[in-house]
């Protein structure tokens, strides 16, 4: 049984529409992270679980569905490309020029990756290939994707090493799904002690930058980094790592975002009594602009670094927080000023008043932001997609829905700015794109419950 239920927010004439929406399907299995939202220029929301097996088959695959801007449903994919026996963890949608939809699938528990083209219409495969195999690609908890200028897809994922770290920067025409480029990334010292890369973005330059924490120093423990790449990630521009003055109080970098004039943001967790710590790092490096720690006015420690986002004016973050009247975590948008971290607004998402968390990826429209994550409401867990206002204007309750506001604190000692040393090992790896299939590609009905309450 497959279901949703949809509630519109606002809907202004010429203007966005804002809604939420959940979902529920008793016939898959999936995990409960990284869900992923992608929008294309026209505005329609694609939601991708990334990991999926369901359907008595036992195959590995993803499921992709589309809604129009103002939250109806258009279609439902579930997906498994061959070789169907490995299964896969996929990256963030992406578009090619049409606006179909790109998905970028690793094999689980092997390194060569597929990628496959649909059809926006109606959700059909029209493209897939089998792009390689990559060092550092088996390891995909953490897969996020950006677009260069002229198109060009950008995609990073890490996986280990003794005494480091890999990431694998592979970068990939949406046109034709064939590899332009790939690069093995050792990160440098002090990188390369047990550090993990995260996110992955493109600046405004085209440059590749990415973002995560290293362990270090004296006891070693956990710092946040940006290192930003050039275009085609054969060589290093600058790296910046954040931190606290005492080694007690650790900053363990998530996530990061790089703005039009290629300043850097980057969230993580801060441990010993804070909750999320974030930074500003200048354009070259450099001390940070500003870092503030933020914990929740009840003293409870939010976790607002699944992703972040900007739009130069402002920075955005999401996550979970504390509902005051159930004690339990709930998904949280927060939007803070670029120019000195201030908070803007901090808004919930709670749905029949059940916990949960965004877990994934943030989209940005010109008046929009957009998450999916999941909700502790029966099994499998539903899922929680919401698209509300970038100035925080909606609050109230809106049948099952109530976007609540509530405010964060700046807490102890802030994070300070550490240099780094620079050298690193970037080779080149053989790219040969080849033609591969889809095992299954059937189509989702969902049953959906709307509820029209402007």
């Given at each position: 049984?497959s279901?949703?239920?949809?509630t519109?927010?606002?809907?202004?004439a010429?203007?966005e529409?804002?809604w939420?929406a959940?979902?529920?399907?008793t016939?898959?299995?999936?995990?409960?992270?990284?869900?992923k939202v992608?929008?294309?220029?026209s505005g329609n929301?694609y939601?991708?679980?990334?990991?999926?097996?369901g359907y008595g088959?036992s195959?590995?695959?993803?499921?992709?569905?589309k809604f129009d801007?103002?939250?109806?449903?258009?279609?439902?994919?579930?997906?498994?490309p061959?070789?169907?026996?490995s299964g896969?963890?996929?990256?963030?949608i992406?578009?090619d020029?049409?606006?179909?939809?790109?998905?970028?699938?690793?094999?689980r528990?092997?390194?060569?990756v597929?990628a496959y083209?649909?059809?926006?219409?109606?959700?059909s495969?029209?493209?897939?290939?089998?792009?390689?195999?990559?060092?550092?690609?088996a390891?995909g908890?953490?897969t996020?994707?950006?677009v260069?200028s002229d198109g060009t897809?950008?995609?990073?994922?890490?996986s280990?090493?003794t005494?480091?770290?890999?990431v694998?920067?592979?970068?990939?025409n949406?046109?034709?799904?064939?590899a332009?480029?790939a690069?093995n990334?050792?990160?440098?010292?002090?990188f390369n002690q047990?550090?993990t890369?995260?996110?992955?973005?493109v600046?405004?330059?085209?440059?590749?930058?990415?973002?995560?924490?290293?362990?270090?120093?004296?006891?070693?423990n956990?710092?946040?980094?940006?290192?930003?790449?050039n275009?085609?990630?054969?060589?290093?521009d600058?790296?910046?790592?954040?931190a606290?003055?005492?080694?007690?109080?650790?900053?363990?970098?998530?996530?990061?975002?790089?703005?039009?004039?290629?300043?850097?943001?980057?969230?993580?967790?801060?441990?010993s009594?804070?909750?999320?710590a974030?930074?500003?790092?200048p354009?070259n490096?450099?001390?940070?602009?500003?870092?503030?720690?933020?914990?929740e006015?009840?003293t409870?420690?939010?976790?607002l670094?699944?992703?972040?986002q900007?739009?130069?004016t402002?920075?955005?973050?999401?996550?979970?927080?504390?509902?005051t009247a159930?004690?339990?975590?709930?998904p949280t948008?927060?939007?803070?000023?670029?120019?000195?971290?201030?908070?803007?607004?901090?808004?919930?998402?709670v749905y029949?008043?059940?916990?949960?968390?965004?877990s994934?990826?943030?989209?940005?429209?010109?008046?929009?932001i957009?998450?999916a994550g999941f909700?502790y409401?029966?099994?499998?867990?539903?899922?929680?997609i919401a698209?509300?206002?970038k100035d925080?204007?909606?609050?109230?309750?809106?049948?099952?829905?109530?976007i609540?506001?509530t405010?964060m604190t700046?807490?102890?000692?802030?994070?300070?700015?550490y240099?780094?040393s620079t050298?690193?090992y970037?080779?080149a790896?053989?790219?040969t794109?080849?033609?591969?299939?889809?095992?299954?590609n059937?189509?989702?009905?969902?049953?959906?419950?709307?509820?029209?309450?402007e």
């Amino acid at each position: 049984m497959s279901s949703w239920k949809r509630t519109l927010f606002s809907s202004a004439a010429g203007g966005e529409t804002y809604w939420a929406a959940v979902l529920q399907n008793t016939a898959l299995s999936y995990g409960d992270e990284n869900q992923k939202v992608a929008v294309d220029s026209s505005g329609n929301v694609y939601f991708m679980e990334p990991i999926v097996t369901g359907y008595g088959d036992s195959q590995y695959g993803q499921t992709v569905t589309k809604f129009d801007p103002e939250g109806t449903f258009q279609w439902g994919r579930r997906l498994t490309p061959a070789p169907s026996s490995s299964g896969t963890a996929a990256f963030g949608i992406q578009f090619d020029s049409s606006d179909n939809p790109i998905v970028l699938a690793l094999q689980r528990g092997g390194i060569r990756v597929s990628a496959y083209k649909l059809s926006a219409s109606d959700g059909s495969t029209t493209l897939v290939t089998d792009i390689g195999a990559f060092e550092a690609m088996a390891s995909g908890d953490y897969t996020f994707t950006g677009v260069q200028s002229d198109g060009t897809l950008v995609y990073a994922a890490a996986s280990p090493i003794t005494g480091g770290v890999n990431v694998s920067v592979l970068r990939v025409n949406p046109s034709t799904l064939a590899a332009v480029s790939a690069r093995n990334v050792v990160l440098p010292r002090p990188f390369n002690q047990n550090s993990t890369m995260r996110k992955v973005a493109v600046g405004p330059n085209d440059e590749i930058v990415l973002f995560g924490s290293v362990r270090y120093g004296s006891p070693p423990n956990y710092r946040a980094y940006a290192i930003v790449l050039n275009t085609t990630g054969s060589a290093f521009d600058w790296e910046a790592v954040a931190a606290y003055p005492s080694s007690s109080n650790v900053f363990e970098g998530f996530t990061g975002a790089i703005d039009s004039s290629g300043n850097c943001y980057v969230a993580g967790a801060a441990y010993s009594g804070f909750g999320t710590a974030v930074v500003k790092f200048p354009d070259n490096g450099g001390s940070i602009s500003w870092g503030l720690n933020w914990d929740e006015v009840t003293t409870a420690n939010p976790l607002l670094y699944k992703d972040v986002q900007t739009d130069d004016t402002d920075v955005f973050l999401n996550g979970s927080t504390t509902n005051t009247a159930t004690g339990s975590t709930v998904p949280t948008f927060m939007s803070i000023a670029s120019s000195n971290g201030s908070e803007n607004w901090t808004r919930q998402v709670v749905y029949n008043g059940k916990a949960g968390t965004f877990s994934g990826n943030m989209v940005l429209t010109d008046d929009a932001i957009i998450a999916a994550g999941f909700i502790y409401d029966g099994s499998p867990l539903k899922r929680i997609i919401a698209k509300l206002p970038k100035d925080g204007s909606i609050t109230g309750t809106f049948g099952n829905f109530v976007i609540k506001s509530t405010s964060m604190t700046t807490a102890g000692t802030n994070p300070v700015y550490y240099t780094s040393s620079t050298g690193a090992y970037l080779a080149a790896e053989s790219v040969t794109t080849s033609s591969a299939s889809m095992t299954t590609n059937s189509a989702i009905t969902w049953t959906i419950d709307d509820e029209t309450l402007e």
